[in-house]
Each structure stands twice: as structure tokens, then as C-alpha cells.
């Protein structure tokens, strides 16, 4: 199965940044139901996921159906699709009540829901999907008295026996369990395990411990949750007991792992349905906390649990009655605290990437970086404007045919203002440059209404040049990534589109597998195309309910950390790759909010999806910077760590890519401004860098006006 990582931040969330998150979403976005509740999950036969609810106009409305979706990539669900009603022959139309999806080991995949009035009259009713939960067919209702798992999943025997487990609350709320040896076709009942007045119990789950012993735990009204077991695979069941945990009257759900521990989805709490926690046990009696999933006012509830063939566990749930949400969680990464008293634990300080540049910190701001070094630095000016085409921004440089190539955004006089193009300029010595000329001059779209275009430097293969460039409207609408071609360096190709709605912040960056990936604000677009002109595909760290209309421009990343409800906005990454092939994407921490640190997310599959940023301690000043690897094997970051202004540039350096203890100022003068405009500033301005016969070359605005480069050799590093 394959998960793509999509979790709000540490310290930007609530509850991200703990051990074993995988993934976090929701279901959906919108839904032609305003309610929803009671959400349940299963693995299909083939490794799909599939989830159910119910959602009407509010539980208990005669409009409330079940709800069926399912996940058909690593970061979409299909749309919510009514697959039951409560109608009857003859026109009296009922709720519908707690869907369970089942996936025996042969068979098809059970949808168990309920049909009634309330819970004290309703009836069960079971229907089947052939493929998965794609068709189903007709509703079968069950024998009376027997009443489909109530809530939770059923769980299979070794001899192939379904145990379902639930309960009723006609004559109290009591337990019991079902049972079918014949795959569903008929089904057997235990007798009430509890009198419903000492402890009155439901919504049990059903936990495999050792030999012939389970073990059920549920929701009470003793504001506990509940714990039976049975010695012998469920035909006769011990005395129910109170466990200490706490319970506010809510369903829970629990599911025993393969490693034989026990894994519990619950309210920690007496009262409301706030938290939702996961706690795991060795036994199914005694508890240790593991992580948060919710802690903020609000209803989450209900959940439902399963592990995946691939040992991961998923999650759902009821999120504040509105939507459901989806988690995934990795068990072999959690870690566990124990609960005191039943007291959860006080949460752990955030964890940060041991990713650092070694600064001095001082009223948590960097002020000094040790170790550092001066080495001899040439410069070149490539663009200094007098009176018009006054904005400079957003260089990049490569070596192609036995030249130099340069191209950069350029401006009347503001930042992103429409009509910004893209200048050229090249350079057979370093030294002198060609007069700058309009790579892509100014556009307008069918109303005659000027863009914004915003240059993202080269790539080349098999002796093509390509140069990059966003183009997106004034108001930040129709974004997309565009290239020009040129196999001379002279004579440029027409404009092509590549497909993604991307403004790019570094060019295509080669992975060891020779996949190409451009580094955005938010997304990080992919391709195994060496010559980076088709096949791209999306992938970032954006939630997945935004993938359908996610487009990457100056304003989206500020969308994506309202959505994430992230305190700190995420922007401009740049990654490098290690020797374990993990790409460690760096990423601007920008906003009022921000702490003078990089933010990090890595992938572990080549670039396909991405972890959960975290905060590093590699100090930053709300700059952009770039990363890359020297021939000797040594990393390398370029940009703005300490300092205002944006001065000095350095070059830090790394032998293992965690420790950059080694610094190097390329640039520390001062570039007087000429002419104003909006958003100008900043001494040394988004570098970009390039390795070329033993020297690396950073090109760099100065001031939003000026485009320099800059050499320095690599024996003196």
C-alpha cells in the first residue's frame, strides 16, 4: 500500500508532530449531506482501502442514508456515493444507523448497517460488494435477534468462524456476541454478557491475546471503558469489569496488532468527545498512551480502526460531525508513555530535525556562525538598470555549448507586477556578459491584460537547454509551469506549457535514479522524463483535499497554512539527497510567526510523497537559499542565516548532510539602490548556484535591481 505523507507541522498543529503519524485527511471536502457519523474502514482483498458512514441531515432524520468512498491513490478519495436508505415497501422511510465494513479472508466485503427508528428498534440489514466496494448488491436483512457487528468491526477466527460484536439498549445496554461459521450465511448469539444495570456496555471491539483467550473493550455509561474476556474463542464470556480509562459515554474502536499488542481509538476523558487518543497495550487491560489525534473543542468521535496487510494502521472518524477524517499511523513508530493514575501524559517538548548550521543563538534569534572563512571571491555584474525595467529577481545560471547562460525575472519596477518578463544574458569568460534581452518578453492573456512571468532557471539533456519560467495572472489565477527550448544557446523553441500549475522556485534537480523534481513553495512536481518537457505529476506537501485545485504561486502557500492551520507559512525548498537515497527538502518558514529557523520534509520515494514538515535547528532570516552537493561528496548550502538585510551570503558546508559547521562569506558589501518599487530590498537575494571546472558560481539580485554572480574556487572550500 502506498500512504503519501500529509500532516500539518509540529508546533503548526496540534497534534503533528508525534511519533508514528503517517498521514492525515479528510475524506472529503463537501458532500450533498450536511451530517455525518459513524464512520467505518476496511482492506479490500486487493490492498484497497474502502470507508463507509452515515450522513443525512442530522442523526436520527429519515434522510440519513450510508455514505461509501474509497481511496484510489495515494492522496484522493473517490466521491461519497449512497450505497443504502431506510425506505421501505411501503414508502415509510427510516434512518439509517452505524455502518461496519467487514473483509473476511474469502469472499466479498460485507457492509453491515442498521434500520430504525432509534437504537432500541432497529433491525440489521448486510449487503455485499463483488469488487471491492465499487457495486453492491441487494440489501439482506438479518435474523431476528441478530443485529450485525453494532459498531465495530467482526473479527475472523482461525477456523474461519466470524465473531461480530454487539449489543443492545431496548432492555438496558448490554453486550453480546454473534457468531457465523459459514461465511455469514446464518448466524448464532451469545446471551446478554452484562445485566445492563451495573455496568450497562455496547459498542464492543474484540482483541486476539493468547491460545483460545479475547478480550472485548467498549463504551459505557460508567464513564470507564470496559473489558470481558473469554477462554474460549468466544462461546462463553468472564464477569465484565471497569478498566482505568475513561470513557464519556462514546463509541470506541480497537484492533490487536500483528506484533500481538492491542491498539485502542478512544476519548480520553470523562465528559466530552474531545480529545480523541490512541493508546496501546500488551494485554488489553493495562495502557500506555501513544499519541493525540485530536485535542481541540470540538466533537471527534466514533472512530474505527483496522491494520493494513503492510502493518500500518488506519484510522476514521467523525470530525465534528462534518466530515470524516482519515489517519494513518505506523505502530513500529510510536512511543509510548505510561498512563499514571489514568492520567495521560503531559506532552513531550516538539521535536526538531537535528539538521543545524552550528549558529549562536541569542533571545532566540542566530546572531553568529563559528568557523568562518573569507577565501578570495570574483563578481561580476550582470544587470544594473539606470531608469526602467528597474526590478531584478529570481536568477538562475547554467554552462551549456561553452558558455554561460543566465536568465532572471525583470519588472517595469515592482515585485510580480503584471507585465514582469524574463531577461537573458551570456557570458564566454565569466567576466563579460552579453547585453540582456528578453528571453520571453511581457504577455497578456485574450483580454489584453498583462501577466506575470517569473523566471526558474535551466535544465539540459542530450543537448537540448531548457529555460523555465511561471506565468500566472495579476491576481494570482491560472498558474502555470512554461519552457522554452534551444539546442544552439542562440534560437529559442516557442513557448510550450508543461502541464502543472507550478511557479517554480528552483529549476529540475536530478535524483540518483535520475527522476527530475522541481522544488516549489508547497509542491514538489515530478517527472521521469530526463529531458524535463512532459510527464510531470504533482506531489507536495499541500493536504489532499486541495490537490484537485492546488496551484503553486506567490499566495498559495499562504492558503495551504490556513488550511493547516499552521502558525508559520512553508515556502521556497530546496532539497539534496543522501547516500541512503532520503531527499531532504529545506523549506522558508515565513509569516509573522516566524522563528529564525528552516523547516524540513523528506521522502523515502523518490520524491512521490513527502513527510510532515518539522522544525530544524538551521537558522534562517525569511529567505530563500539553495542547496547541492560538491564533487568530494561534501553538502552545501547557500543563502541568508544570519544578518538582516539579507547580508551576508554564505556558503556553509557538511560532511554528512546533518552538521553544516563549516561557513564561507561569499558576499558582505553593500549595493546602493537606484530606483524604488515595491518589495525591493535585501543585499543578496535569492542565490542560485552552479558547479562548473572547479569553481561554484551563485548568482544573486542585489536589492531586487542588480543580478550579480559570483566565484569561488573549489580548492579554496
Request: proline share 8%.
Amino acid at each position: 500500500m502506498h500512504i503519501v505523507t500529509t500532516l500539518a507541522a509540529p508546533m503548526m498543529g496540534v497534534t503533528a508532530d508525534q511519533p508514528g503519524m503517517v498521514a492525515r485527511e479528510f475524506i472529503y471536502e463537501t458532500a450533498s449531506f450536511p451530517s455525518c457519523h459513524a464512520s467505518t474502514i476496511a482492506e479490500t482483498t486487493d490492498g484497497g482501502i474502502v470507508a463507509a458512514w452515515f450522513g443525512g441531515t442530522r442523526e436520527k432524520n429519515p434522510d440519513v442514508t450510508i455514505w461509501v468512498s474509497r481511496r484510489i491513490s495515494s492522496s484522493s478519495w473517490t466521491a461519497p456515493v449512497e450505497v443504502a436508505d431506510g425506505v421501505q415497501p411501503d414508502g415509510t422511510r427510516h434512518p439509517c444507523w452505524n455502518p461496519v465494513l467487514f473483509q473476511p479472508a474469502e469472499g466479498p466485503l460485507m457492509l453491515f448497517y442498521k434500520v430504525g427508528p432509534d437504537p432500541r428498534t432497529w433491525w440489521g440489514l448486510l449487503r455485499t460488494s463483488p469488487d471491492g466496494g465499487q457495486t453492491w448488491g441487494d440489501p439482506q436483512r438479518l435474523p431476528a435477534d441478530v443485529f450485525g457487528p453494532i459498531k465495530n468491526k467482526p473479527v475472523q477466527l482461525p477456523n474461519g468462524d466470524i465473531l461480530s460484536p454487539s449489543s443492545t439498549e431496548d432492555h438496558g445496554w448490554r453486550m453480546h456476541v454473534e457468531r457465523s461459521s459459514d461465511g455469514g450465511e446464518s448466524w448464532s448469539a451469545t446471551p446478554a454478557l452484562n445485566d445492563g444495570k451495573a455496568i450497562g456496555a455496547i459498542q464492543p471491539s474484540i482483541l486476539f491475546t493468547w491460545g483460545d483467550r479475547l478480550v472485548a473493550v467498549g463504551r459505557t455509561r460508567q464513564e470507564k471503558v470496559f473489558h470481558i474476556a473469554t477462554e474460549d474463542l468466544g462461546r462463553t464470556w468472564g464477569e465484565m469489569t471497569l478498566i482505568d480509562l475513561p470513557n464519556p459515554n462514546s463509541g470506541t474502536d480497537a484492533v490487536t496488532l500483528q506484533d500481538g499488542r492491542h491498539l485502542l481509538v478512544y476519548n480520553h476523558t470523562p465528559k466530552r468527545r474531545f480529545p480523541l487518543n490512541v493508546a496501546v497495550s500488551a494485554d488489553g487491560r493495562q495502557w500506555d498512551a501513544a499519541l493525540v489525534l485530536e485535542d481541540q473543542p470540538g466533537e471527534y468521535s466514533y472512530p474505527a480502526v483496522i491494520q493494513s496487510r503492510d502493518g500500518l494502521v488506519h484510522i476514521t472518524y467523525t470530525w465534528k460531525r462534518e466530515r470524516v477524517r482519515y489517519v494513518v499511523l505506523d505502530p513500529r513508530r510510536l512511543v509510548l508513555r505510561p498512563l499514571v493514575g489514568g492520567e495521560w501524559p503531559v506532552a513531550a517538548p516538539a521535536a526538531r530535525s537535528a539538521i543545524t548550521n552550528c549558529p549562536d543563538w541569542r533571545d532566540g534569534k542566530p546572531v553568529a556562525l563559528a568557523d568562518v572563512q573569507r577565501p578570495p571571491v570574483d563578481t561580476a555584474f550582470l544587470y544594473r538598470p539606470e531608469t526602467e525595467w528597474t526590478y531584478s529577481h529570481h536568477a538562475g545560471i547554467t554552462h551549456f555549448n561553452g558558455r554561460f547562460h543566465a536568465i532572471w525575472s525583470n519588472s517595469r519596477e515592482d515585485e510580480d507586477a503584471p507585465g514582469q518578463r524574463v531577461l537573458a544574458a551570456s557570458s564566454a569568460d565569466f567576466t563579460h556578459w552579453t547585453e540582456p534581452t528578453p528571453l520571453v518578453d511581457s504577455v497578456t492573456d485574450g483580454n489584453g491584460v498583462e501577466r506575470v512571468l517569473t523566471a526558474a532557471g535551466f535544465h539540459q539533456h542530450a543537448g537540448v537547454l531548457v529555460a523555465y519560467f511561471g506565468n500566472y495572472g495579476p491576481n494570482k489565477e491560472s498558474t502555470c509551469l512554461q519552457a522554452v527550448t534551444t539546442t544552439d544557446g542562440e534560437t529559442w523553441s516557442p513557448v510550450r506549457d508543461m502541464g502543472v500549475p507550478v511557479n517554480p522556485n528552483h529549476p529540475p534537480q536530478a535524483t540518483a535514479s535520475g527522476r527530475l523534481i522541481i522544488s516549489g513553495n508547497i509542491s514538489f512536481p515530478y517527472t521521469d522524463d530526463p529531458a524535463g518537457l512532459t510527464g510531470w505529476q504533482m506531489s507536495g506537501i499541500y493536504p489532499p483535499g486541495m490537490a484537485a485545485t492546488i496551484k503553486d504561486d506567490p499566495a498559495s502557500f499562504w492558503q495551504v497554512a490556513k488550511r493547516q492551520a499552521w502558525e508559520v507559512a512553508l515556502c521556497e525548498g530546496s532539497f539534496y539527497q543522501t547516500d541512503d537515497s532520503a531527499l531532504h527538502m529545506l523549506l522558508r518558514g515565513t509569516g509573522k510567526q516566524h522563528r529564525s529557523r528552516l523547516w524540513l520534509s523528506e521522502s523515502r520515494d523518490d520524491g512521490a510523497t513527502w513527510s510532515e514538515p518539522i522544525e530544524t535547528e538551521f537558522s534562517d532570516t525569511d529567505a530563500k537559499f539553495h542547496l547541492g552537493r560538491l564533487p568530494d561528496g561534501r553538502f552545501y548550502y547557500v543563502g541568508n542565516p544570519i544578518g538582516r538585510g539579507r547580508t551576508p551570503l554564505v556558503l556553509s558546508l557538511s560532511q554528512d548532510g546533518v552538521h553544516f559547521d563549516k561557513h564561507v562569506i561569499l558576499g558582505e558589501d553593500s549595493y546602493e539602490q537606484r530606483c524604488p518599487g515595491r518589495w525591493k530590498g535585501g543585499e543578496y537575494g535569492y542565490p542560485h548556484t552552479l558547479i562548473h571546472e572547479g569553481s561554484l558560481y551563485t548568482i544573486v539580485s542585489r536589492q531586487k535591481e542588480a543580478v550579480q554572480v559570483l566565484r569561488v574556487a573549489l580548492s579554496d572550500l
